[in-house]
Structure formats: structure tokens, C-alpha cells
């Protein structure tokens, strides 16, 4: 596999893994892959081949700068359920790193539509909030990196993964369906990959997080905080799970950015969710996401970049000002701002009109939609 250029395969046996599940996409990569090496003569049978995602094909499109950078994409967490007072050490911490000058919380974004499966690959390649789920036709944003000369590593503890593609230095899934892995172990794996590649020049990291995806009580370890009330009714007792996986999650980048704090090349992380979340207490009567109708909780998600000391003597954070007033962003705001945090030409300008795909009213089919008058 690694004289086809297939790094990923061949070195799943590192340290990472222990905690790896296979997935049926894996087993799409890997007999796509052999296909590919034994049948490059065999044009005839070229249309019996399904095209897969790869990196390797990527034309450079920049050149990306010395140090480690981060894309993470969280799962159903509302604008409004990242760094809440009083919530616990996590947000606190957090909060606190903020206002010491080590990352920034950009203005909300608009996700790309409000499931995963439309909002992830979108998001992945930069697509504009107002495209049809279909339109992923571009390099992604890892794929960019790697071939702008990063290792790249693509980490995926979501239980489905949304959007495989090959040709990385590390392809790895954490968690299926069946069985599933705190984000601290996926955290773990990315820590793992920076501590085997340190010493290159750039190293670039995709991570998709379980995050907050229902059910809420799966994503956090039971010790991790008090006992729930046991009188709590059930929608109560859901609003407190959500907040302690949220919780959870700002204890996930707190780690994260510590993990950057440990490195003396510059290192960034950009962190966003997927979607949002609809809750009992908006008292709209929509549950979960990715339903019919789109809602401004299930499609509004929260924006933070987090960053060390060497990226902010280098003053690279400056790139990110000319969003950092926006009333509201985008998804691909988001992406180009990794992109040029990391050599992309910039400067960046946030959307004149954040869009999302989806559909305001319940009957009216899916379409570009604005952000603006999303409903509640
Ligand atoms: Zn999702």
C-alpha cells in the first residue's frame, strides 16, 4: 500500500491503533485501493471502478507554513452552549485562556445545512452556505494542506464516516455505531500523530468529535460529573445531559489547547460543529437536528480559533480580524480561515449574506436558504 501512495493503511498498526474500529468504509477504501494497484493497466474494467476521495491528486495550491494546525468539527452543539458561565471547569478554563490573548471567539456561524451528512462535506471543502448538499467537487481542506506540503492526518470518532477519503499519513476512526469512544481518546490520537511527526516542517490534522450527538449521556465518562437528580423529568433530565456532554466538550479543547501550549512551533486549532441542536426548553416542539425544517438552534453553531504563544509572536492571528466583527458567519468562512491561517492567500472577508441549505416551512423543498430568517 505504501508503494501505491496509500500511506494511511500502512501505518495503522502505530501506537494509535489499539483504539481503531474497522468500518465498512474502511473496507470501501481499502478494495478501492487495491483495485486501483492491481488493475492500473486495465482500462476496460476503469468504469467498474468507484471514485474515491483521494489527496493524492491535489494540485499545490499554496505552501504552508511551519507548525501544527488543527480542524475540529464537533457534533450538534448550538451557538449558545459554548462557554457558558457557571457551567463547570471546562467552560472556565476555556474562558480563561481567552482572556489571556490565547485564541478568540469569532461571531456564530451558519452551518451548511443542518445534518451531518450535508453540513460536514460541505464544510470539509469549503463549500458557500447557499450550495446543494452534492456540490463537493473541490479539493478538501486537508487535501490542500498535504499538498501544500503537510503530513496529514484524518481522525474520525463520529460513529458514520461522512466523508472518506484516502491519501493521508493517518486515516483513523475511533468509534462505529456499535461501539463508541470518549473525544478524550480521539484528543489522544491527535496527540499521538504530532508526538510521531514532530520534527516535520508542517503537520495538518482534521478531527470529527462524537461531541454532543444524542444520546447526550454516551458522550461524557458517568464519574465525570455529580448524580442526576433523580425526580428530574425527562425533558429536564435531557437538558442536563446536553449541558454536561457540552461541558464535556469545552473540557476536550481545554485539553487541546493545552495541547498546543506544549508545542514551540506555532499551532492553531479552528473549532466548529456540524450543526446545532433543538432542545425541549425552545419550546418549539423540534428534538435533535437534521430534521424537515430548519431552526435557528439547529443551524447556528458557535466559532473559536485557539492558538500558542510562537503563532502569536508570528501574528498570525491578525488574519482572522476582518471577521472578527461579522454579525454572523459562515461554514466557509470558517474553512477559508483555517486555510489562511495556515499559508492561504488571504485576507479573508466574511458572507454580505450568510446562507445555508435547507428548507424554512414544513412542505417546501430543500433550497439555498438565508441565514437571517431562519425560524425559530
Ligand atoms: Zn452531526
Not at 39 to 60: C, F, G, K, N, Q
Not at 334 to 345: E, F, K, R, V
Request: net charge neutral; with cysteine; hydrophobic share 40%.
Amino acid at each position: 500500500m505504501d508503494a501505491a501512495g496509500f500511506h494511511g493503511f500502512a501505518r495503522l498498526a502505530g501506537p494509535e491503533a489499539r483504539a481503531s474500529v474497522p468500518w465498512l468504509s474502511h473496507l470501501e477504501v481499502l478494495k478501492a485501493s487495491l483495485t486501483k494497484l492491481v488493475m492500473r493497466s486495465a482500462e476496460a474494467r476503469a468504469s467498474e471502478i468507484t471514485p474515491l476521495r483521494s489527496a493524492l491528486d491535489v494540485r499545490p495550491a499554496f505552501r504552508t507554513e511551519a507548525g501544527v494546525a488543527l480542524f475540529i468539527i464537533g457534533e450538534s452543539l448550538r451557538a449558545d452552549s459554548l462557554l457558558t458561565p457557571g457551567r463547570g471547569r471546562g467552560s472556565a478554563e476555556l474562558q480563561e485562556r481567552l482572556d489571556r490573548g490565547l485564541g478568540t471567539r469569532l461571531p456564530d456561524a451558519c452551518a451548511g445545512g443542518n445534518g451531518t451528512f450535508i453540513a460536514v462535506p460541505k464544510l470539509l471543502t469549503a463549500a458557500p452556505g447557499e450550495a446543494p448538499p452534492s456540490d463537493t467537487a473541490r479539493p478538501s481542506l486537508l487535501a490542500l494542506a498535504r499538498a501544500g506540503g503537510a503530513k496529514t492526518a484524518y481522525i474520525n470518532n463520529h460513529e458514520i464516516w461522512v466523508m472518506p477519503e484516502t491519501g493521508h499519513d493517518l486515516v483513523q476512526k475511533i468509534s462505529s455505531i456499535e461501539s463508541s469512544s470518549y473525544d478524550e481518546v480521539a484528543t489522544e490520537a491527535v496527540e499521538n500523530f504530532i508526538w510521531r511527526e514532530k520534527g516535520a516542517h508542517s503537520l495538518a490534522i482534521v478531527l470529527h468529535l462524537y461531541g454532543q450527538h444524542f444520546f447526550y449521556e454516551d458522550r461524557y465518562p458517568g464519574d465525570f460529573f455529580g448524580a442526576e437528580v433523580a425526580t428530574a423529568s425527562p425533558a429536564v433530565l435531557e437538558e442536563l445531559r446536553y449541558q454536561r456532554a457540552a461541558e464535556y466538550g469545552a473540557h476536550i479543547l481545554t485539553r487541546a489547547g493545552r495541547m498546543l501550549d506544549s508545542l514551540s512551533v506555532p499551532a492553531y486549532l479552528v473549532f466548529t460543529s456540524d450543526h446545532g441542536e433543538n432542545l425541549p426548553s425552545d419550546g418549539t416542539g423540534k428534538r435533535f437536528h437534521a430534521g424537515p425544517v430548519n431552526s435557528r438552534q439547529d443551524t447556528l453553531v458557535p466559532a473559536l480559533v485557539l492558538w500558542n504563544r510562537a503563532f502569536v509572536n508570528a501574528g498570525r492571528q491578525r488574519r482572522l480580524e476582518p471577521l472578527q466583527h461579522a454579525a454572523l458567519i459562515t461554514h466557509q468562512n470558517l474553512a477559508l480561515a483555517w486555510l489562511a491561517l495556515l499559508g492561504a492567500p488571504h485576507p479573508l472577508s466574511p458572507a454580505a449574506d450568510p446562507m445555508t441549505w435547507g428548507s424554512a416551512s414544513i412542505g417546501a423543498p430543500a433550497g439555498p436558504l438565508r441565514c437571517a430568517e431562519l425560524p425559530r
